[in-house]
T-cell receptor, first 114, second 109 residues
Framework: ETGVTQSPTHLIKTRGQQVTLRCSSQ?????VSWYQQALGQGPQFIFQ???????GRGNFPPRFSGLQFPNYSSELNVNALELDDSALYLC?????????????FGAGSRLTVL | KNEVEQSPQNLTAQEGEFITINCSYS?????LHWLQQHPGGGIVSLFM???GKKKHGRLIATINIQEKHSSLHITASHPRDSAVYIC???????????FGTGTRLKVLA
């Protein structure tokens, strides 16, 4: 399968709830990174996973957590949702480990927190 | 000052015009990406540049490593080029990408 697939595409949650977003990375890509893009802003790096371990993190609180599975798919979990968590969440995968530069993005999951 | 800055932030052009979008960065990089984001959010990688110039169809990207500056040019612009164009650079260690805030381009027919 080619390309990066994210699910769900849209979802609405209320403040305090928890959410799980999923990403299936491109075949052969073993590095996955997650980004948060607020309206009108560029994406902000959340964290990156390589071979099932987190190996880089941006300025996001611990309630943002993730997992990478043996098939290199990934999850982003956000606990205790806040209104400011409303954003587009993008997943990007690449091959060759953290230093590789060929990025493939998913279409994103748009989260609205009410 | 942001580590990656783009200009202009918004650009409206008439169909057929030549368009230039600029990106300046202050972080050390091994390669710079130009990305295109259409309404709805999905991002497509247009170019990855580490030196010189690349061309794909009507799109041309250039980079000057010494001046830490890159440009994206669109020749013979078309309404379907309307999108947000974003440049992104990997930081040292290359696990964290820093993105510009994007240039919102609208091409009118």
């Amino acid at each position: 399968e080619t390309g990066v697939t994210q699910s769900p595409t849209h979802l609405i949650k209320t403040r305090g709830q928890q959410v799980t977003l999923r990403c299936s990375s491109q075949s052969g890509h073993n590095t996955v990174s997650w980004y948060q893009q607020a309206l009108g802003q560029g994406p902000q790096f959340i964290f990156q996973y390589y071979r099932e371990e987190e190996n880089g993190r941006g300025n996001f609180p611990p309630r943002f957590s993730g997992l990478q599975f043996p098939n290199y798919s990934s999850e982003l979990n956000v606990n205790a949702l806040e209104l400011d968590d409303s954003a587009l969440y993008l997943c990007a995968s690449r091959s060759g480990g953290p230093g590789a530069n060929v990025l493939t993005f998913g279409a994103g999951s748009r989260l609205t927190v009410l | 000052k942001n580590e990656v800055e783009q200009s202009p932030q918004n650009l409206t052009a008439q169909e057929g015009e030549f368009i230039t979008i600029n990106c300046s960065y202050s972080v050390g990089i091994s390669a710079l990406h130009w990305l295109q984001q259409h309404p709805g959010g999905g991002i497509v990688s247009l170019f990855m540049l580490s030196s010189g110039k690349k061309k794909h169809g009507r799109l041309i990207a250039t980079i000057n490593i010494q001046e830490k500056h890159s440009s994206l040019h669109i020749t013979a612009s078309h309404p379907r080029d309307s999108a947000v164009y974003i440049c992104a650079v990997p930081t040292s260690g290359t696990y964290k990408y820093i993105f510009g805030t994007g240039t919102r381009l609208k091409v009118l027919a």
